[in-house]
């Protein structure tokens, strides 16, 4: 059966054409990649946070180097840095005219400084992602000021939790009984009291880092109308990010009852919930972890595992089965993202691109799997 559509070309005869197209000509024949093998996904967000323009040193939007090689810009760190290492390490990987087992895909997504939810977790579910046949991932990670570099191997899952708490409205001159601002008030204090528990665990423990304990912030006061009316609804929000070793159940079960020890007509709903925390294990059984820190060995890079802080895109990809690492090469650079400032000096961006030109070949030749062969 012959098609004149290409659209319509039986898969066998576009797989045939493709085979004809690598140029295997002896005596440099190029045999190319091998496509029965998972590939490699390097993943960066090309959103940036907004900025407060009026605090920054320079433009934040006109990538200004200062005389010591600072550059200046909103994404220096978060992370347009990242996207142009990739790059950088994949073209000079090219003109040394290096192949591997692996094919290395590139993605450079849309929305995840608001929760990927019109980015990769859109992109994770279509067959277009699918057809990529990832292995592995890797992602953005957090500069560290040491000498180290860190790498995420899993994240906390953002709850976004807004308390409304419903109850008598009246003259601000009365001593009302059940208000909903006193019913607020017990459960902000919940709320507080745990965090408080959370940061003192942190605190006392040197071994736990802060991606480990669950953390919360009351970042929204909402209610009321006049100086002297007590409004009849009110309420808190918070960011909830909880630790991958939480059992999530019995941690709605908590929010459930801090908001019925306050009181009739306390109810939350969720504006993010992510359930579905994963790990990407450390260990040399994980074979992408295993050419991972063995590149970063040969380089005299220390390296320290820890549990994201904050919420990313691995988040995705991982839930999908696609093992990840957080990973932003920048040591010696204080942690900026979403600050003031943001800025990364030109070497550490240019060393950034010596450790990715070092990581890749080594990830795309990692040997087949157990489950590849
Ligand atoms: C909960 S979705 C928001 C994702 C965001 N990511 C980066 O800052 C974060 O606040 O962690
Ligand atoms: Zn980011
Ligand atoms: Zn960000």
């Given at each position: 059966?012959?098609?004149?559509?290409?659209?319509?070309?039986h898969?066998?005869?576009?797989?045939?054409?493709q085979y004809?197209?690598?140029?295997?000509?002896?005596?440099k024949?190029d045999?190319?990649?091998?496509?029965?093998?998972?590939?490699?996904?390097?993943n960066?967000?090309?959103?940036?946070?907004?900025v407060?323009?009026e605090?920054?040193?320079?433009?934040?939007?006109?990538?200004?180097k200062?005389?010591?090689?600072?550059?200046?810009?909103?994404?220096?760190?978060?992370?347009?840095?990242?996207?142009?290492?990739?790059?950088?390490?994949?073209?000079?990987?090219?003109?040394?005219?290096?192949?591997?087992?692996r094919?290395?895909?590139?993605?450079?997504?849309?929305?995840?400084?608001?929760?990927g939810?019109?980015?990769?977790?859109?992109?994770?579910?279509?067959?277009?992602?699918?057809?990529?046949?990832?292995?592995?991932?890797?992602?953005?990670?957090?500069?560290?000021?040491?000498?180290a570099?860190?790498?995420?191997?899993s994240?906390?899952?953002?709850?976004?939790?807004?308390?409304?708490?419903?109850g008598?409205?009246?003259h601000?001159?009365?001593?009302?009984?059940?208000?909903?601002?006193?019913?607020?008030h017990?459960?902000?204090?919940s709320?507080?009291?745990f965090?408080e528990?959370?940061?003192?665990?942190l605190?006392?423990?040197?071994?736990?880092?802060e991606?480990?304990?669950t953390?919360?912030?009351?970042?929204?006061?909402?209610?009321g109308?006049a100086y002297?009316?007590?409004?009849?609804?009110?309420?808190?929000?918070?960011d909830?990010?909880?630790?991958?070793?939480?059992?999530?159940k019995?941690?709605e079960?908590q929010?459930?009852?801090?908001?019925?020890?306050?009181?009739?007509?306390?109810?939350?709903?969720?504006?993010?919930?992510w359930?579905q925390p994963q790990?990407?294990?450390?260990?040399?059984?994980?074979?992408w972890?295993?050419a991972?820190?063995?590149?970063?060995?040969?380089?005299?890079l220390?390296?320290?595992p820890?549990?994201?802080?904050?919420?990313?895109?691995?988040?995705?990809?991982?839930?999908?089965?696609?093992?990840?690492?957080?990973?932003?090469p920048m040591?010696?650079?204080?942690?900026l993202?979403?600050?003031?400032?943001?800025?990364?000096?030109e070497?550490?961006f240019?060393?950034?691109v010596?450790?990715?030109?070092?990581?890749?070949?080594?990830?795309?030749s990692?040997?087949a799997?157990?489950s590849e062969?």
């Amino acid at each position: 059966m012959t098609s004149k559509n290409p659209e319509e070309e039986h898969p066998s005869v576009t797989l045939f054409r493709q085979y004809l197209r690598i140029r295997t000509v002896q005596p440099k024949p190029d045999y190319g990649t091998n496509p029965t093998l998972s590939s490699i996904l390097l993943n960066s967000h090309t959103d940036v946070v907004p900025v407060f323009k009026e605090y920054w040193s320079h433009d934040p939007f006109e990538a200004f180097k200062d005389s010591e090689g600072y550059i200046y810009a909103r994404g220096a760190q978060d992370m347009k840095c990242i996207s142009i290492q990739y790059l950088e390490a994949v073209r000079r990987l090219k003109v040394e005219g290096h192949q591997f087992p692996r094919t290395i895909h590139m993605t450079f997504v849309p929305d995840e400084e608001v929760g990927g939810h019109q980015g990769m977790e859109l992109f994770v579910q279509r067959p277009e992602f699918q057809a990529l046949r990832a292995g592995f991932a890797l992602d953005e990670g957090l500069a560290n000021p040491t000498d180290a570099f860190t790498v995420f191997y899993s994240e906390r899952s953002p709850w976004w939790v807004r308390v409304t708490s419903t109850g008598r409205p009246g003259h601000g001159s009365r001593f009302i009984e059940d208000t909903a601002a006193e019913k607020l008030h017990k459960v902000v204090s919940s709320i507080l009291a745990f965090r408080e528990k959370e940061w003192q665990r942190l605190q006392s423990n040197p071994h736990l880092k802060e991606g480990a304990v669950t953390s919360v912030n009351l970042t929204k006061l909402e209610g009321g109308v006049a100086y002297n009316v007590v409004p009849a609804t009110m309420s808190a929000s918070f960011d909830f990010r909880v630790a991958p070793d939480v059992g999530l159940k019995a941690f709605e079960e908590q929010l459930q009852s801090w908001c019925q020890a306050a009181g009739e007509g306390v109810t939350f709903e969720f504006v993010q919930k992510w359930t579905q925390p994963q790990v990407t294990p450390t260990d040399d059984s994980n074979p992408w972890w295993a050419a991972f820190s063995r590149v970063c060995k040969d380089m005299n890079l220390t390296v320290e595992p820890e549990i994201h802080t904050v919420a990313t895109d691995s988040r995705y990809l991982r839930a999908v089965g696609v093992p990840a690492l957080g990973f932003s090469p920048m040591n010696r650079t204080p942690v900026l993202l979403h600050d003031h400032d943001e800025r990364l000096h030109e070497a550490v961006f240019l060393r950034g691109v010596d450790i990715y030109t070092r990581l890749l070949p080594a990830l795309a030749s990692v040997p087949a799997l157990p489950s590849e062969s």
